[in-house]
């Protein structure tokens, strides 16, 4: 993903027209490695504004990712935008460019080629949704016995009780008129006339 922009850079007001298809086999992030299951589609344009080279576009492609509730692999369709500045390093005082760079986040532009597969990876991650779910309202896993909800009910008791209380619900049980095994007895009452 790379462009001539040698042309560009001498002609300030002119932009230049891109579009790229590359066939990646994963995304990497910090803590995953994510599986690419389209080809990534880039295309936009570059500006020369005078002072940078401005790219704006747009990245698409379909990754494939795991619900962080029932862990099912789900396709995601990623359409993420694609804006960054680049300016060349030569022949600028070091103390200007560094203040420039720490307030605009503008790249360093090597030579006559612009490299945009940092910018892309970069779109694409932070596209990423903060919590990976495969449908809105995933019912995720039972908790006793790993059943996914989503596929079907599974037959656990739907409430369970802290050990540690297990002996309190035993005694308010024998209290309320049930044993042991949670049933409820038939005690024959006779309410008096007074």
Same mark, same amino acid.
Request: hydrophobic content about 35%.
């Given at each position: 993903?790379?462009?001539?922009?040698?042309?560009?850079?001498?002609?300030p007001g002119e932009e230049l027209e891109f579009s790229f298809k590359a066939d990646w086999?994963?995304?990497?992030?910090?803590?995953?490695?994510?599986?690419?299951?389209?080809?990534?589609?880039?295309?936009?344009?570059?500006?020369?504004?005078?002072?940078?080279?401005?790219?704006?576009?747009?990245?698409?492609?379909?990754?494939?990712? *795991?619900?962080?509730?029932?862990?099912?692999?789900?396709?995601?369709?990623?359409?993420?935008?694609?804006?960054?500045?680049?300016?060349? *390093?030569?022949?600028?005082?070091?103390?200007?460019?560094?203040?420039?760079?720490?307030?605009?986040?503008?790249?360093?532009?090597?030579?006559?080629?612009?490299?945009?597969?940092?910018?892309?990876?970069?779109?694409?991650?932070?596209?990423?949704?903060?919590?990976?779910?495969?449908?809105?309202?995933?019912?995720?896993?039972?908790?006793?016995?790993?059943?996914?909800?989503?596929?079907?009910?599974?037959?656990?008791?739907?409430? *369970?009780?802290?050990?540690?209380?297990? *002996?309190?619900?035993q005694l308010l049980g024998k209290l309320e008129g049930e044993d042991t095994l949670g049933?409820?007895?038939?005690?024959?009452?006779?309410?008096?006339?007074?």
């Open positions: 993903m790379k462009i001539g922009v040698g042309d560009l850079k001498t002609r086999s994963h995304l990497t992030t910090a803590t995953a490695r994510i599986p690419i299951l389209a080809p990534v589609l880039v295309r936009g344009r570059v500006i020369n504004t005078g002072p940078v080279l401005m790219v704006k576009g747009q990245v698409a492609t379909t990754l494939e990712l *795991t619900c962080d509730r029932c862990l099912a692999r789900f396709s995601y369709p990623v359409i993420a935008p694609l804006e960054e500045e680049y300016a060349s *390093t030569a022949g600028q005082d070091p103390d200007e460019g560094e203040t420039e760079e720490k307030d605009r986040e503008i790249r360093p532009l090597m030579g006559d080629v612009l490299d945009l597969q940092p910018a892309v990876t970069e779109a694409l991650i932070l596209a990423l949704p903060m919590k990976w779910l495969c449908q809105e309202n995933c019912r995720g896993l039972c908790p006793q016995c790993g059943q996914n909800l989503n596929e079907g009910q599974c037959h656990c008791q739907a409430e *369970t009780v802290d050990p540690r209380l297990a *002996t309190l619900k049933r409820t007895q038939k005690k024959d009452f006779k309410i008096s006339e007074e």
